[in-house]
């Protein structure tokens, strides 16, 4: 019973930005965490940062001081604006959502199909 949209993908040089966007829909009433991870070829899908309700948030150390993820609650929305991209920031990137509740139960993970970042010049 859950979507999400994923938008903000694309090209960017090295040191350049770039913002991800995530809209959740459906009968949602709450979402407890919001967050992105990325996979690239061959390796493993990775966190790169979530955001709780309470607006506690978790980055990759390979991210810190580099992305910024918020969120909206009451638009059950989530943006990760990554600055200072690296080519090795290069990966599909995932929405994903945790501890979803619905108007008849609560769910847990939901994934985003992806969204394609890639940085290089």
């Known amino acids: 019973q859950v979507q999400l949209e994923e938008s903000g993908g ?10 991800l966007s995530c809209a959740a829909s459906g009968k949602i009433f709450s979402i407890n965490v919001m967050g992105w991870y990325r996979q690239v070829p061959g390796k493993q899908r990775e966190l790169v940062a979530t955001i709780s309700t309470a607006g506690r948030t978790d980055y990759a150390d390979s991210v810190k001081g580099r992305f910024t ?10 943006a990760l604006q990554m600055n200072s991209l690296k080519p090795e920031d290069t990966a599909v990137y995932y929405c994903n959502v945790d501890g979803v509740r619905l108007s008849t ?3 847990s993970h939901y994934w985003g199909q992806g969204t ?6």
Do not use: C, H, M, Y
């Open 10 to 19: 694309g090209l960017v040089q090295p040191g350049g930005s770039l913002k």
């Open 69 to 78: 993820i918020s969120r909206d609650n009451a638009k059950n929305t989530v």
């Open 105 to 107: 139960e609560w769910v």
């Open 116 to 121: 394609q970042v890639t940085v290089s010049s």
